[in-house]
């Protein structure tokens, strides 16, 4: 009875890993281009379209910031201890940049009208966002045996 209650949970703790990393993936879409489809596109204002996707832009690479402090931690059973190590530091690295809005937003603002005229992602957003789509290729390659079975080419279902 432990085995099956065992093999449960790990098969639960799996799915949950799964479920992150494909949060991740989909966070990662939303945050290149700031939204799903051209029709959801067209549903922001003209006037205020750029400052809306950028804002989205950003809130789903905080997203993925969020999905990575779970998903580290939930890796640390089943690779090296300096592999966590070294995952954390990489993410460290990047979420520090990554919290200062303004590094990632350019933002222009007009007094007369007293609100923002125009929003942009810089440079550095993209960068952070490449690098957080490194590390998620490097945890999917770190734990690639456990994501994927590896068929025996004799059998057949």
Do not use: H
């Not at 809130?59 to 969020?66: A, P, V, Y």
């Not at 779970?70 to 300096?82: K, M």
């Not at 303004?102 to 960068?127: A, Q």
């Amino acid at each position: 009875m432990d085995d099956i209650q065992s093999s449960n949970i790990n098969s639960l703790w799996l799915q949950n890993i799964y479920e992150n990393l494909k949060k991740i993936e989909e966070y990662e879409r939303y945050a290149r281009e700031g939204c799903s489809s051209i029709f959801e596109y067209l549903q922001y204002p003209i006037e205020t379209r750029r400052i809306i996707l950028a804002d989205v832009q950003y809130k789903n690479l905080k997203l993925i910031l969020n999905e990575m402090l779970l998903v580290i931690p939930d890796l640390a059973p089943v690779i090296r201890e300096e592999q966590t190590e070294q995952l954390k530091s990489k993410f460290n690295r990047i979420r520090s940049p990554v919290n200062n809005r303004t590094l990632m937003i350019k933002e222009s603002y007009s007094e007369s009208k007293r609100s923002i005229i125009n929003s942009e992602v810089t440079e550095n957003f993209g960068l952070a966002l490449d690098a957080l789509s490194l590390l998620r290729q490097e945890i999917i390659m770190l734990i690639k045996d456990l994501l994927y079975v590896k068929m025996e080419r004799n059998k057949t279902w």
